[in-house]
Each structure stands twice: as structure tokens, then as C-alpha cells.
């Protein structure tokens, strides 16, 4: 094999950039850990910046060995290597023009530049004109209104450039660029830049010994990599971070410290004392400087007493699991009814399921302040439909049912009952349509051949719908509980406090926001959030399997 | 075909969602908002600004309504062309049900809380414990014309307290900040009500001094019989309202020295249990925990309990209404607060110095009297020509029931801090105790004999 | 018979059928019009009780002699209701009776009485009770009676003929009103309020939060789908697992990452974290997998390289599965709350978004429930005109993301 030796000389300085880029990762390393370099990095930080630069150190001088030998995963890795590091440039680059915080500039413009905006819109229904009659009655061929429309797109979004002030943004972008980490960012673009080019050029692949499935595996990962490397950092990265924190006292500012399961052993530290007679206080049973009275439970002439250190917590947790279990049954067995109403052949019902639909796309907060003054006790709609509906039947059969006048929000037996059926109402349409489709897909034959059999149509609903929905039912069931098990938003707008009426509203995400976003008191929260993902799971394996147990009834 | 049909439908729609943002007037432009200069882009601005020969600083309080942001709007512009060397923004707050305070201590402590912000006075404590705010002892020590005896003795005492050595006044090397206002509660009156009912004029009774806890009842009860949805009473949830009757049993929150709680002192339980009677036996109030101020405003609520802050938004309810002090309880006097907040620096401020030239110059005289104007509050200066201004900031005519509530003989309690525990763990564990008594979940007997077993774990450090 | 019986058992059941679907549907959709319509009141209309759902504007007539137009009521004359205006109201008025029957009550104005005796009042006991006496007259003669009661009334006049009186108590008096929508209030929330700024930045963040999640979900779907790589398919197992990990297991770290890059308070935070995507990502690899392997593989033998083919083939291919997907994010990033209310300053206003604007204008307009209502409006009806243009789509794409699940 004949290799020209403009390709002989990339492939060299690529072997030798690479052996430089050992190096200086691994000074980098060494200045990271000597404080020569900025030394008030976190100490996870400086842990994972070690750790990808080492790893790239190693991989960097394997590659290039690699490259000597012309072995293909030489290529392959100087390829990953330059392009995550031309990816770290670019962000650097753009971070420090400032780009990402730009977009609040645009905030500020963005509306004086919409009329610009509306003449690409007109020039796109010209556009849209233009093929209707093209495609339908054949009259222009290929007409200059799609040559007048494409002008009219695009003087208007020149316009709507320089409207929003982009020339100024960019020439501000440069400006900052000058800046000695921004000129550093430049030089290592180009650099990377230069050295992707230099190796994945095809006469080097070739030289490289490089194959098809190779190139596919390159082409793979390239695809991937904004996909997954957005994945790492805003998903799994602090996925892992969160696991850290909730052993950590984090407050979000300064260094944390490692506490060991402090943070779970002060949430599940509690104490089930029986009580002498039911009304026995706290103090006289447990520690009180350690522990509260979360709740009681008596039966007779004794009882149980609940205490917890964290006794909000478990406030929240029985507050959180009592939402669930009532607004699950709330959203899923109408939906259930409504399911199989609509799947009826009466006209109307495409409409129907629309209408049902509304509520779950609205946004929630905008949603709950409506339910809010529904829901006011003096002025609001639902007692003044109550209060209707009483006086009716009063009249009716001469009774003397009394106006109940429900402070739905500020009474600590309603407040929660007012957030599940708002929860309900929102859900129940969502719950409807996919309980539809599941009905949908039950072959018809099955109904038939019962019919033929004399089965009526409870028998048809209990033998034949729900097994054959149960896969539908076990994820309506188990989406809805994740959801309601995070309830927050609801919460958060329609009470006031937040918490509700003594604690009864103070859900565990809420609980979770106190105490990290009020309280500073991030590694409790993190804590929080996984004893509250532990809960999310158990419940839905144990759904995962009486769902199991159905479906072998099923087949 | 259909599918491109589709695809056009679609990117139509987000045209349309760039329409709908066209119905927003161009912000920039049209806004009556003093803190944007300039129309053009504001990257731009930036770059100009860049010189800086200004030093911005901005500021911050908690508004509870748009006039509110109005007066203050006005204010931070005045004291803009005013102040030499300082480009001033104002920016409103969150409201109390929004956690105003503990978002002020999260951006404080992300750095990026404004340099100038008022906090009301239970927080003050809190916040200087916490490290969050800067004392300016040492600045004030050096400005010419300031004198701690200026303002208020209640306020003065707890913003010049020293929590390393536990001693307060002017040379205790500790000031937190100014008092920006006081404030006391009053009962606004809809007089239209009180006539109907055929009920005494509150205003002569407290004349006459036989305005006391049965007399308020009676109004109460003869308004309330007007009709379902007309009540005698109202009073928002939080620690202002129910606070004022412990007082004025001769109880309160916690001992003189605020080191421990007294809740559950016999007083304490007196006057939470008439309270609670008003809302359970009486039935004259309107439900415990529902805002009852837009009830009052639409005409159905005849005794609103509430502070001056409430005045600018009364001023548009077309009844007739005044205001009258607070009914006399057994201990003899009315119970009342003295609310005060503060102006206090960000700890993390880059200009302390003009950050203090900005606390002043919004404490001064002068601007004290301009916001007492508009209505809002009443200065904190300790003047009798201030006092006498602020009698003639009508309505209310009788404005003299404000500065009743906080004459020295109807002894107001102090809104405080509780430099001893913290004040915000202590509110946690007091109101929702309250509202179970207040809302009927709880009997005054259980709520006295759990409740300082809990509340007193606060003031352990 | 039977025949008969038959039909009306069909008759019957369809009936109920659609009562109980439409009172369903009522209750969906009664909040909604609730908002629209009290968004378009006046504050006082608002605290109506009994609530009603018309916005309606209390209607006045000026007439001669007075500064300020008079308000209309409807008083009742002989029976039948005519408008009359109120020309003064306040007015006290007594009810008395005699000491010796106090049964025997008379109506009369506080000002036609006069206290007996003067300054020095002269009182009568009653049943222990001693009661003030007033000099009432009565049929030209002055009486000395008791006060039992007292209450104001209005005095209402005929707008055609001032002299026509009528006193009545206002409060209980029906006022003479008129439909009248308030659109103005959406300009003011818009202005007054900030709900402008934040329509502009939710808009913003939406359009990029959609674009980025579609870019990054179709490469990546397409790189699951099609490319066979080392690691693909565990790497696959591994995004699926995250669907199901909630959201607020994240938002500590991501706070403190937002933090350490210099994002809190900045648009960026609510747009960057959110264009990745592993939902999107699995809908796209299930999208991609059933398009038929010839047509790429034909086209790949004709040169063209992978990018080629996924913009020119595949995705205008796959228009109905992009516009389902942008419709779940679109909804998303519009009616997000927890991570702005996290990342976004209360008092930076300009980078609030609507959900944000929303929650400081609850507090800020609490007296003015159509404000507050029309600025949830703002929020609330874009996503439902995007809901009902793209309705077909969409709830089969819910449809069938369930099944599937």
C-alpha cells in the first residue's frame, strides 16, 4: 500500500500531538492538585477533572503508540479524544462570550423583532398558496410566487436579525472572546480542529487500516455524543452528585462535609411507644428534646404513640402516601367508566374525549389558582353549588340538612382533599385516553364468541375487558402514582402557606424544597429525595407485580 | 401531500406562538418601567456601561399590592437624581405567601441578592446571626448626623443588639440596619355595615373609653346578623392577629426576655380561647385562614383587623370606612404591635458605603414622609412634626387610632426577634398549632399543654 | 310490547350515556370558562355571592343637580321593578314604640326625632332595663316612644321625576346591570404586572427547549436505531431506566450545578438541561426502527453520507412522530414551575417566566381575582389552541405511548 506523504506527515504530527497531549493533561493534573491552578474548585470537582484528564492522559499515549503502529483503534481514539475536547473548547468559547447568558438579552428584544416575524410569516402562506394550486389545480408550474415568497422569508428575518440587536450581540460575543480564556478556547478549537481533520480525513483511514463497520462505529457515537454527553452532565452526572450530597451537610455554597448516614438516620429515626391511656402526653413517654409527636393511634384504653426526630418528614410522608391513595382511585376509576362509555359507536364521542383531555394540559399553576377561588369558602363556586344543591334537597323531602360551609383550603381535614380532587380532575381525561386506546386494541372476535356463549355484559366486562386491559391498567396505575407521589405545584399555589392548615398539605417534595431551597440544607434534601424514589419504586414493583400475576391469568 | 400539509400546520403554530408574544406591547418601549433606559438591545447598554463611573446598587422590599410598587418605583427614581455617584434600581419582592424572606437568604448566600433590602423585624435576628447581613456600626460611626435616638427605641434596640456580647444601644459596635417604618395594627371599619346593623359607632365608644372586648363582640355579633355572607369580623392567619389578644389577656408569645415560651401561660390561653370563641361560639368572623381582605374590600366584612400597609388599597372601596383602635382586653390595654422593619445590607455587598448612603437617604425625613403620604406606613423617626403630618394623611380621618396603638401608654409590644432561638422555627411550630385551636381541630386545653414542650426547643443552641 | 320496552331501554341507556358524559364534560371544562369569564370582570363583580358567571357592569345615569352619576336599582312600585337611582344613602332610620306596647313599632327618620328633654335625655325602665325615650310624631302629635331598633336606608328617586321617592335598604337592593366585557384587563396584567416580559420568555424558552430536544432526540434516536456500535444496546437498556426516576431527584445537584457554572437567575438554566432528552430520544428509536433498512440502504450505495440520508429521507418522513414529540415538549417547557422557581431570582423580574409572574402576582393582586385570572388565562389558553389544532395527533400519540408502555 502506497501512502502519499502529505497523509505520512499528518499522521506524524498527529503521533506527536498526541504524545504532547499526554503530557500536558497530566501537568494539567499536577497544577489542578499543587494549587498552582485556580484551587477553589470543590472537591468532587477537582476528583472528576482528575479523573477524565488522567483517563485522557493514559488513553492519549496509548493512542498514540497506536498511531505508530497504524492500528486502527489508534485513530479511534485520537478522534474521541480531540473531538470531546474541540466539544470543551466550543462551550468554553461560547460560556465565555457570554452566548448562554445572552439569551436574557433576547428576552429584553424579542418582541420589538415579531413584526418582522409576521412578514415571514406572510411569505410562507405564499408559499403555502403557491403549492396548493401547483398540486391541486396545476396552473403556474413552478411559479415565481415561490421565488417571491422565499424573498419575502427571508428579508424578513434579516430584519428580524438586526431588530433583535444580533449584530450588537455578536460583536459583543468577540469583544469578550478577547479575553485570555476565550483566545485560549479559540486556539483550542482550531487546534482540535486541525487534528479531527488531520486523522479522520479518508486517505488516513485508509492508512490507518480503518473498515466500514469502524466508520460506523464512529459515526454512531458522533451521533449520539450531544445526545448522550448532555445525558451525562445534566442527567446521570448529577444523578450520582445527589447519592454524594445525601451523605454530605451541602449547603450549595460551601465545601461539604461527608456525615455518613447521618442525614437517613435522623430522617427514619423513630419511636413507637405505647401509650398508658390514650391521652397520655408525649413528654411523659419519649424524649421530647429529641423527638415529636408525629401521631397517635389509640384503640380501648391504650394506644400507640408515633414520635419521630424528623417529624415533619413523617408528616409529609403520610400526607404524600394519603394523596396517592386518593387521588389514584379518583383518576383511574372514572377514567375506567369514561373508557368504556367512549369507546361506544355513538357519534359525539371523539368529542367528548377532547373535552375530557383539556384539563391535563393546562398549566398547573395557572390552573390551580382558578381551582383557588373555586374553592373560597365564602365567595367561591363549589359551596355555592353545595349550598344549592342542599336547599334543593331540603325542598324536596322537607329535610334539614345543614349547610356545611367547607373552608375547603384552610381546614386541615379538606386542605388535602382539595389538592387530590384537583389532581383528580387534571388526570382523569389523560387516564381516559390511554385506557381508550387500550380498549381498542382488544380484539373484537373475543366479545363475539362470549356473545355466542350467553355471556352478558358484566361477564364481558370481568372475563374479557379488564384481563385483557390489564397491561393498559398497570401503566395508567403506576404513571399516575409517580406522579401524585411528587406533588408539589398544587400544593405550592393553592395553600397558603404551602404546608396548609397545621402541616396538612406539607408534601414530601415540598418538605424536599424547604429544606433545600429555604434552609440551605441541601444534603438533608438530597436524603429526602431518595428515600422518596425508594417509596416511588416499591410501590411501583409492588404494581409490577399484581400486574404480572394478571397477565398470566391473561395468556 | 396530507403529511406536508401537516408539517406546514405545525410550523404555523409556532409562528402563531410567536404571534401570540406580539400581542405583549414591546415591553422596552411601552412600560412605564424606570429601569430600562434604553429600547435598543441592551447587550449594547452593557457595553457602554462598561466604563462605570455609577456605581448600581439595587434595592428591594416586600409590596404587597401594585400601589405599593408605585410609591417605591417613585421613591428609587427620586433618590436616583438625588444621590451623586449611585444608579439606583428598585425591585419589588416576592409577597409574604411567595417566602420573601427565605428567598432573600438563598439569593443572599448564591450571590445574587440585591445590596439593599428591607426585612421585617422578626427576621432581623435570623438574618444577622446567619452572617447575612452587614453590620454597619463602624460606618455609622463615621457618618456625620446620624443618631441612633432618631428612630424608635423598639426597633433601635434590637438593631443595635450585639449577639456577641448581648449588650444593645449606640455604642454596642452592632447596627443591623434602619427601621424603615412602624406600624400597628388598627380596625378598619365599614361604616355602612356598622349603621345598618343599627350598631354603635366603635369610634365613640373608644371616645368614651368603653371600648373594650365585650363591646367589640357585641358590633360584631349585630353586623354579623345582617346576613350569611356579611360578617362582623376579619383577620388574615399569621401571628400579627391572634398575637394581638394574647397581649392584650396579658399573655404572649414568650417571657420579657424572650428566652423561653409562655404560650401556654394562663393569659396566653385567655385570650387565644376569646379569639377562638369568635370564630367557633360566636361565629362573627370570616373562616379562619381565607383572606378576608377582599371580602372587606367588596363590602362584607364590618371590623378588618389590619396594619397601615392596608390603607393605599382600602382607599378604593366605594363604602363609607375609617379606622378605630383596637378594643381594650383584661389586661387593659389593646395588645397591640409595634410592626417595624428594616433597610439591611447584603453582607456580600461590593459598595457597603453607598449600599448605607442608600439606607439613609431611604430613612431620611423627607422620603420617610413621602411613603407615610402615599399611605403605606408610618415613619419610624420619632418626631412630633413627623406625627403631626401623618395625622393629615387622609382617609382614614381618624388617623389618630394608629398612633394610639403605638403611644407609649398603650405599651405595644415590640415585633421581634428572638435573638435567644430562631424565629422562624418558632413561627413554624406556633401557627399551625393556633389555627388547628382557631379552626376547631384543637381544644385551647390541648393546644396549652403540648405546645411549649415543642415551641421551647427553638431556643435551644 | 316487548318491542316497545326494548326501544326504550335503548332510548334509556343512550341518554344516560351521554348525561353522564356530558356532566363529565361540564366538569372539565367549568373551571375553564370560570377563568375566561372572571378574567373579564370587574373587581367587584368578582365577590359577588351568589357567584354568577356573566361579567356585568352596575349601571348609572347623571342627572341635574348631582356631581357624581347616580347607580341604578331596581325598586319595587306597586308591584312591578322600575329603575330608580340612589340619591343618597346612609340614611339612619328608627324603629319605635311606645314604653307601655312595645309591639305597637313606627318607623321614622333618626333626624325627624329628637331626644326627650334635650341634653339632659329622659330615660324609662323596662324590664329592668332603663331605655332612652325620643319625641316621635305621629299624625301631628309628638309621642314619647323607645328606640327598638335602627338600620340606614337609601333613598332611590325616579330618574324621569325627582320628586318620586322611594327608601330602601341598599345593600339587599338589586342594582340595575349590564353585560359588558373587560378586555382591558388582559392589557393591564400584560403591562402592569410583568406578564408581558414573561409571555415574551416563556415563549423564548419554549421555542428553544423544542428545537434542541427535537435535534438531539432524532440524531439520537437514529443512532440507536440504525448504527450498530459497541455499547449501544446496554447504553439503550440504561436511558430506559431513567424515564422512570423522578425529576426531583435531580434538582439539587442541578441547582448546584447551575451554581458553579454562573446560570441561577439565567434563561440558560431553563432552556440548556432540558434540550437532552431521554424520552424523546427512546420515542425517535422506536419511530426510526420500523422504517423499512432498503431505502437507507439503497441510498447509502448511492453515496450519500448518514446525514444525508436522515434529513432528506427520514425525517420528512416522520413528520407525525416530531410534531407528537414537540407537542409533549412544548407543553412542558410552557407549563414548567418547580425548576424556575428554583433557579430564577423573585426579584429579577425580567427573567421571570409565566408560571413564575403568575405565582408573584397571586400575592401582589390578591384583591383582584380578574387580574389573577386573566394572567392565568395567558398561561393556560396558548397550550390549549396548540391542544386543539393538533388534537387528532396528539391524543393518539398518548394513546399509543401507553399501550406500548
Same mark, same amino acid.
Given at each position: ?109 424579542? /418582541? ?324 381508550? /386506546? ?118 | ?461 | ?405
Amino acid at each position: 500500500m502506497v501512502i502519499n506523504p502529505r497523509t505520512e506527515f499528518l499522521l506524524k504530527i498527529s503521533m506527536v500531538w498526541r504524545g504532547i497531549f499526554s503530557l500536558l493533561t497530566f501537568g494539567v493534573v499536577i497544577a489542578l492538585w499543587s494549587g498552582i491552578l485556580t484551587s477553589e474548585l470543590a472537591l468532587w470537582l477537582k476528583i472528576l477533572l482528575t479523573v477524565i484528564l488522567i483517563t485522557a492522559s493514559i488513553f492519549s499515549a496509548i493512542g498514540a503508540g497506536q498511531i505508530y503502529r497504524r492500528e486502527h483503534s489508534g485513530r479511534m481514539i485520537s478522534l474521541v479524544i480531540d473531538y470531546l475536547a474541540f466539544v470543551a473548547c466550543s462551550i468554553i468559547a461560547l460560556n465565555t462570550g457570554e452566548v448562554f447568558i445572552g439569551i436574557d438579552a433576547l428576552g429584553e428584544t424579542f /418582541a420589538s423583532g415579531l413584526p418582522y416575524l409576521g412578514i415571514v410569516a406572510m411569505g410562507y402562506f405564499l408559499g403555502v398558496i403557491d403549492e396548493y394550486y401547483t398540486q391541486k389545480k396545476q396552473l403556474w408550474g413552478e411559479s415565481s410566487l415561490k421565488v417571491v415568497s422565499r424573498w419575502v422569508m427571508l428579508g424578513g428575518f434579516v430584519l428580524f436579525i438586526f431588530q433583535v440587536g444580533a449584530i450588537d450581540g455578536i460583536l459583543y460575543f468577540l469583544n469578550k472572546l478577547t479575553q485570555p480564556l476565550g483566545i485560549l478556547s479559540v486556539a483550542g478549537i482550531a487546534l482540535f480542529g486541525f487534528f479531527m481533520w488531520a486523522i479522520g480525513r479518508s486517505e488516513s483511514a485508509v492508512a490507518m487500516h480503518s473498515k466500514t463497520n469502524h466508520e460506523q462505529i464512529l459515526s454512531g457515537w458522533l451521533f449520539l455524543s450531544p445526545n448522550l454527553l448532555g445525558f451525562l452532565i445534566f442527567f446521570a452526572g448529577p444523578l450520582v452528585l445527589s447519592l454524594y450530597f445525601s451523605f454530605t451537610d451541602s449547603d450549595a455554597f460551601s465545601t461539604p462535609n461527608w456525615v455518613g448516614f447521618a442525614n437517613y438516620a435522623k430522617i427514619l429515626n423513630i419511636q413507637l411507644v405505647s401509650l398508658a391511656y390514650p391521652e397520655q402526653l408525649a413528654k411523659e413517654v419519649v424524649n421530647i428534646s429529641v423527638y415529636d409527636e408525629v401521631g397517635r393511634f389509640t384503640f380501648g384504653n391504650s394506644g400507640i404513640l408515633f414520635a419521630a426526630a424528623d417529624k415533619y418528614f413523617w408528616i409529609a410522608l403520610r400526607n404524600t402516601l394519603s394523596f396517592v391513595f386518593l387521588a389514584v382511585p379518583l383518576s383511574v376509576f372514572p377514567a375506567l367508566v369514561l373508557s368504556n362509555i367512549l369507546n361506544s359507536k355513538l357519534p359525539g364521542m371523539k368529542f367528548y374525549r377532547a373535552l375530557y383531555f383539556m384539563p391535563s394540559i393546562a398549566a398547573i399553576v395557572g390552573i390551580s389558582l382558578v381551582w383557588q377561588w373555586l374553592y373560597n369558602a365564602t365567595i367561591g363556586y363549589i359551596n355555592y353549588f353545595i349550598t344549592l344543591g342542599i336547599e334543593f334537597w331540603n325542598n324536596l323531602f322537607n329535610l334539614a340538612i345543614i349547610d356545611p360551609k367547607i373552608q375547603w383550603v384552610s381546614d386541615e381535614k379538606t386542605a388535602l382533599l382539595a389538592v387530590v380532587l384537583i389532581a383528580a380532575w387534571q388526570t382523569m381525561g389523560f387516564n381516559t385516553v390511554l385506557f381508550l /386506546a387500550g380498549l381498542q386494541n382488544i380484539p373484537g372476535e373475543l366479545y363475539e364468541a362470549a356473545t355466542v356463549d350467553g355471556a352478558g355484559n358484566w361477564d364481558k366486562f370481568w372475563n374479557i375487558t379488564l384481563p385483557m386491559l390489564a397491561p393498559t391498567t398497570f401503566f395508567v396505575v403506576s404513571t399516575t402514582t409517580i406522579q401524585a407521589m411528587q406533588v408539589f405545584e398544587q400544593v405550592f399555589i393553592l395553600m397558603n402557606p404551602p404546608e396548609g392548615p397545621n402541616n396538612s398539605t406539607i408534601t414530601l417534595v415540598l418538605y424536599l424544597y424547604r429544606n433545600g431551597f429555604q434552609n440551605f440544607k441541601q444534603g438533608y434534601a438530597s436524603a429526602i429525595a431518595w428515600v422518596l424514589f425508594i417509596v416511588i419504586f416499591g410501590l411501583t414493583l409492588v404494581q409490577f407485580q399484581q400486574q404480572r400475576k394478571s397477565s398470566i391469568y391473561e395468556s | 401531500m396530507n403529511k406536508n400539509l401537516l408539517f406546514k400546520v405545525l410550523s404555523l403554530l409556532l409562528v402563531a406562538s410567536f404571534a401570540l408574544t406580539a400581542c405583549a406591547p414591546a415591553a422596552p418601549t411601552e412600560a412605564p418601567a424606570a429601569e430600562v433606559p434604553a429600547v435598543e438591545a441592551p447587550v449594547a447598554t452593557e457595553v457602554v456601561a462598561a466604563p462605570m463611573e455609577d456605581v448600581a446598587i439595587r434595592w428591594r422590599t416586600r409590596p404587597d399590592n401594585q400601589e405599593e410598587i408605585d410609591v417605591y418605583t417613585k421613591i428609587s427614581g427620586e433618590l436616583d437624581t438625588q444621590l451623586e455617584g449611585i444608579t439606583l434600581t428598585y425591585e419589588p419582592g416576592g409577597t409574604e405567601s411567595a417566602n420573601y424572606q427565605d428567598q432573600l437568604k438563598t439569593e443572599v448566600a448564591a450571590g445574587t441578592a440585591p445590596d439593599v433590602f428591607w426585612i421585617p423585624g422578626t427576621d432581623v435576628a435570623d438574618f444577622a446571626t446567619r452572617g447575612l447581613i452587614l453590620n454597619v456600626s463602624d460606618l455609622a460611626a463615621a457618618t456625620e448626623g446620624y443618631k441612633a435616638d432618631d428612630f424608635y427605641a423598639g426597633p433601635m434596640y434590637h438593631l443595635t443588639y450585639n449577639p456577641e456580647t448581648a449588650a444593645s444601644g449606640a455604642d454596642s459596635g452592632a447596627l443591623w440596619g434602619l427601621p424603615r417604618d412602624v406600624s400597628t395594627f388598627a380596625l378598619y371599619l365599614n361604616l355602612d355595615l356598622i349603621n345598618e346593623a343599627g350598631a354603635p359607632d366603635p369610634r365613640e365608644l373608644a371616645k368614651e373609653g368603653k371600648w373594650t372586648w365585650e363591646a367589640f363582640l357585641d358590633v360584631a355579633q349585630k353586623t354579623r346578623a345582617l346576613g350569611s355572607d356579611v360578617y362582623g369580623y376579619g383577620a388574615s392567619a399569621w401571628w400579627g392577629p391572634y398575637g394581638v389578644w394574647l397581649n392584650a389577656a396579658g399573655g404572649g408569645f414568650y417571657n420579657a426576655d424572650r428566652t423561653s415560651c409562655a404560650l401556654n401561660t394562663p393569659e396566653s390561653l385567655a385570650g387565644l380561647d376569646f379569639q377562638r370563641s369568635l370564630y367557633q361560639d360566636h361565629d362573627v368572623a370570616t373562616p379562619y385562614g381565607e383572606d378576608p381582605e377582599p371580602v372587606f374590600r367588596a363590602g362584607n366584612v364590618a371590623m378588618f383587623q389590619n396594619g397601615r400597609w392596608a390603607t393605599p388599597g382600602v382607599r378604593t372601596v366605594d363604602f363609607n370606612w375609617d379606622v378605630v383602635e383596637l378594643p381594650k382586653g383584661p389586661s387593659g390595654t389593646a395588645g397591640n404591635w409595634l410592626f417595624w422593619g428594616a433597610y439591611v445590607i447584603n453582607a456580600k455587598t461590593e459598595h457597603p458605603a453607598e449600599a448605607w448612603a442608600l439606607v439613609q437617604a431611604l430613612t431620611t425625613a423627607q422620603t420617610q414622609g413621602q411613603i407615610s403620604a402615599l399611605g403605606a406606613n408610618i415613619p419610624s423617626r420619632v418626631s412630633q412634626e413627623a406625627l403631626d403630618a401623618f395625622l393629615t394623611f387622609t382617609p382614614p380621618t381618624n388617623n389618630q387610632a394608629f398612633l394610639n396603638g403605638i403611644a407609649a401608654d398603650a405599651n405595644p409590644t415590640a415585633e421581634g426577634p428572638l435573638w435567644a432561638g430562631s424565629w422562624p422555627e418558632f413561627s413554624k411550630v406556633m401557627d399551625p398549632a393556633v389555627q388547628g385551636v382557631l379552626t376547631g381541630a384543637t381544644t385551647v386545653e390541648a393546644f396549652g399543654a403540648t405546645i411549649c414542650d415543642e415551641a421551647n426547643k427553638v431556643f435551644v443552641k | 310490547m316487548k318491542i316497545k320496552s326494548y326501544r326504550f331501554q335503548q332510548f334509556f341507556s343512550k341518554f344516560s350515556v351521554y348525561f353522564i358524559l356530558t356532566f363529565f364534560a361540564l366538569v372539565m371544562i367549568f373551571p375553564f370558562l370560570y377563568m375566561v369569564a372572571t378574567s373579564l370582570k370587574i373587581p367587584s363583580d368578582t365577590f359577588r355571592y351568589p357567584p354568577r358567571m356573566l361579567p356585568q357592569d352596575p349601571a348609572s345615569i347623571t342627572m341635574t343637580g348631582y356631581e357624581k352619576p347616580l347607580p341604578l336599582y331596581f325598586v319595587e312600585i306597586n308591584g312591578q321593578k322600575e329603575k330608580y337611582a340612589l340619591a343618597k344613602s346612609n340614611i339612619k332610620i328608627g324603629t319605635f314604640a311606645p314604653p307601655n306596647d312595645v309591639t305597637k313599632t313606627i318607623d321614622r327618620f333618626i333626624d325627624e326625632v329628637s331626644p326627650t328633654g334635650g341634653a339632659d335625655q329622659k330615660t324609662v325602665s323596662i324590664n329592668g332595663k332603663e331605655e332612652k325615650l325620643f319625641d316621635v310624631i305621629v299624625d301631628g302629635q309628638t309621642v314619647s316612644m323607645i328606640q327598638i331598633s335602627q338600620t340606614t336606608v337609601g333613598e332611590f328617586i325616579d330618574p324621569q321625576d325627582p320628586s318620586k321617592k322611594v327608601y330602601q335598604n341598599v345593600r339587599l337592593s338589586d342594582p340595575v346591570e349590564s353585560v359588558n366585557a373587560h378586555a382591558e384587563n388582559y392589557t393591564k396584567v400584560l403591562e402592569l404586572n410583568n406578564m408581558g416580559r414573561a409571555l415574551t420568555n416563556t415563549t423564548l424558552v419554549t421555542i428553544f427547549v423544542v428545537l434542541g430536544q427535537l435535534i438531539t432526540s432524532v440524531i439520537g434516536g437514529y443512532a440507536f436505531a440504525r448504527l450498530k456500535f459497541p455499547g449501544r444496546d446496554t447504553l439503550f437498556v440504561f436511558y430506559l431506566g431513567t424515564i422512570m426516576i423522578p425529576f426531583v431527584m435531580l434538582i439539587v445537584p442541578l441547582y448546584q450545578l447551575m451554581v458553579l457554572i454562573g446560570w441561577t437567575d439565567r434563561l440558560a438554566a431553563l432552556i440548556i438541561p432540558w434540550i437532552f432528552t431521554a424520552y424523546g430520544t427512546f420515542l425517535m428509536r422506536q419511530h426510526f426502527i420500523t422504517f423499512p433498512k432498503e431505502i437507507e440502504e439503497a441510498a447509502l450505495i448511492d453515496g450519500a453520507s448518514r446525514l444525508q440520508i436522515l434529513t432528506k429521507i427520514l425525517i420528512p418522513a416522520s413528520v407525525p412522530a416530531l410534531a407528537t414529540q414537540s407537542t409533549f415538549t412544548f407543553l412542558y417547557a410552557w407549563n414548567s414551575f418547580f425548576w424556575p422557581l428554583v433557579i430564577i431570582n423573585v426579584g429579577n423580574e425580567k427573567n421571570h417566566v409565566l408560571t413564575l409572574a403568575l405565582n408573584v402576582l397571586r400575592g401582589r393582586a390578591s384583591d383582584t381575582p380578574n387580574l389573577i385570572l386573566a394572567g392565568a388565562a395567558i398561561a393556560v389558553i396558548p397550550p390549549l389552541v396548540v391542544f386543539i389544532l393538533g388534537q387528532r395527533f396528539f391524543v393518539e400519540s398518548v394513546a399509543s405511548s401507553g399501550v406500548k408502555g
